[in-house]
């Protein structure tokens, strides 16, 4: 028997069938079926235990056909309710959750939270790996070629045109090489130094012969040697080789020039670009592209905030024009997100930057970020759940069907199951909670729990014989005890989970919560109601009971409790002839 407790209890009378707990049957040890405990409603709890109680009260509770009623009423309108409030669920996840409600890491939240929240998460455009006289394919980028630049182009305008994206935060470093090498023919203007409000052409600007009438150091030597020279020169630790004149007193130095090279852009067509042409229309040319834009890198102070964005191949100190030769093994593109708090903001926003760097054509360039990790989960998650909830379902129903052997019993039960997971779901909105992993496994987890709530139920009504109502009592009377222990024990079992300071155990416990109550309630009240009404007809095992009494015979579904039924169930249920003629049902007694 489920209520059984040997270990505790007095011998079994053989004509009582159980033995007993105080909690669940009798204190005063085992007795016969015959003694029924007497008394009022607390009277009959304390005495006669929890089993007593069903079959004195909450039987008799749930026969007259208005209470069912009110039942199927009461379950479908809360069903319905809790399927709406469903609806309302939103995906979300903030790393906050999974740090205890007491750890210092929680005041630096706040502080992002009160000062940082409007800033955006920054995002990276990775691009593919490429080197000198390497076209398209085999995941190389031609970055050299015309066609290749163009498509560096097209990739910046497309991140900064993604609705996503902060305005004018994308920090390309192709762009800037082009105006590096674009600025080397436009006029530049002084503004103090040796050379205050003197105007000349970047590339030909010379220092002065004398400042105040002393003759100036590095005097008629170029000031942008870059324009019109190759890398500086380099020891071997990687540190410019450097000149320096006395002023006054004070040292001034210079970085050696590599060989004369002047710098200068190109049209589409491959032929030399005025100096005053359109940047948007020119670009490098593609035998010096590698050489310039490793000088940029090197040479340029501002070229040298984008050293940390392109990988090469070779990614020595100082590289020599072979090392050059190997290429680069990816660079990025840094941009910022708008910021967003929904979760389908933010697959939204990963979905298009992604197609906006898709529709530029620079080989298998993608962005990416760390949170992309939590994105992906949001953009799948649902998907995911489905699945994973409809296999359990399907796991169940099988091994259901398996167990009582009447498809139309396992509908029942899978009916309460999926009522069951619909008012978790509603109960998670009412509670404040979202959408995200630890609750989509713990639903899973809830149609485990939740058959085993009305599948003992359903078992113990299609191993009776009698009546719809008489089976359903007697399944009730069979197993009211210990579903009603299985779920205050569960509930008892996470309690203490309520005031825990981490998000995960309370989240645990309020969706447990939800399946003990909702567990419960369905097994015990919709499910015995339904039975109760459509329940299927007795389907006997092994030799079966012969009806004797003219209803039994008159209606085979609908059979009367015979003599030998009433043999193999006297621990729990005696009929008497003139009591089922009175009422129509048996009624239990001791």
């Known amino acids: 028997k489920p209520d059984c407790c040997p270990c505790c209890c007095a011998p079994t009378d053989a004509a009582s069938g159980t033995c007993c707990c105080a909690c669940t049957y009798n204190k005063f040890g085992c007795v016969k079926a015959v003694t029924q405990p007497k008394g009022n409603f607390c009277t009959v709890l304390l005495i006669g235990g929890l089993k007593a109680w069903i079959q004195r009260y909450y039987i008799p509770a749930l026969r007259p056909k208005a209470v069912k009623a009110v039942v199927i009423f009461v379950f479908v309108a809360c069903t319905g309710f809790m399927a709406w409030a469903a609806s309302n669920l939103k995906q979300d996840f903030q790393f906050r959750w999974f740090v205890n409600d007491d750890a210092a890491l929680q005041e630096a939240f706040d502080i992002q939270d009160a000062y940082f929240q409007s800033n955006g998460l920054p995002v990276n455009i990775v691009t593919p790996k490429g080197k000198p006289g390497q076209g398209d394919g085999d995941g190389y980028f031609d970055y050299a070629s015309i066609d290749g630049q163009k498509k560096l182009v097209a990739l910046h305008e497309a991140v900064e045109a993604s609705a996503w994206i902060e305005e004018d935060s994308a920090n390309a470093w192709y762009p800037m090489l082009r105006e590096w090498i674009y600025e080397c023919g436009r006029e530049v203007t002084f503004d103090d130094g040796p050379m205050v409000n003197q105007t000349c052409i970047k590339r030909d600007c010379v220092w002065p012969e004398t400042v105040a009438g002393f003759p100036y150091p590095f005097n008629g030597s170029l000031i942008y040697e870059y324009c019109t020279h190759k890398k500086n020169l380099r020891d071997e630790g990687g540190n410019t080789v450097e000149v320096t004149e006395n002023f006054f007193g004070s040292e001034l130095s210079r970085d050696v020039p590599g060989a004369a090279e002047e710098k200068y852009l190109v049209l589409a067509d491959g032929t030399r670009a005025a100096d005053d042409a359109d940047e948007t229309k020119v670009y490098l040319p593609e035998g010096h592209f590698w050489a310039w834009l490793d000088q940029f890198l090197a040479d340029s102070p501002f070229g040298g905030t984008f050293a940390s964005e392109i990988v090469w191949v070779d990614n020595s100190t100082v590289r020599d024009e072979a090392m050059v030769a190997l290429g680069v093994t990816a660079t990025r593109i840094r941009a910022n997100y708008i910021a967003t708090d929904e979760a389908a903001d933010q697959v939204a926003s990963m979905v298009d930057l992604r197609a906006s760097v898709a529709s530029a054509g620079v080989g298998d360039s993608f962005p990416y970020m760390f949170m992309y990790l939590y994105y992906e989960q949001y953009a799948i998650i649902f998907v995911e759940a489905m699945q994973n909830l409809g296999l359990a379902l399907l ?73 719809r109502q008489e089976r359903t009592d007697h399944a009730l009377l069979e197993m009211g005890t210990a579903v009603m222990h299985g779920a205050v024990s569960t509930f008892l079992a996470v309690l203490i989970l309520s005031t825990s300071k981490s998000y995960i155990f309370r989240i645990f416990f309020k969706q447990f919560f939800g399946i003990c109550v909702f567990g419960a309630a369905h097994g015990l009240l919709f499910l015995p109601v339904l039975l109760s009404l459509i329940g299927p007809s007795y389907s006997p095992v092994g030799k079966p009971a012969t009806p004797t009494t003219p209803a039994a015979k008159a209606d085979p579904n609908e059979v009367k409790t015979s003599t030998a039924a009433s043999a193999t169930t006297e621990s729990s249920v005696s009929v008497s002839a003139s009591a089922s003629k009175k009422r129509g049902v048996a009624t239990a007694t001791h």
Request: glycine fraction near 6%; hydrophobic fraction near 65%.
């Open 395 to 467: 796991a169940v129903l099988i091994i259901v069907y398996l167990l009582v052997a009447n498809f139309g019993l396992t509908l029942l039960v899978m009916l309460c199951v999926l009522m069951v997971d619909v008012n978790i779901l509603g109960l998670m909105w009412l509670w404040g909670l979202t959408i995200d992993s630890v609750a989509i496994i713990n639903l899973v987890l809830a149609i485990g729990l939740a058959v085993d709530y009305s599948v003992h139920v359903a078992h113990a009504f299609m191993q009776t014989p009698g009546t």
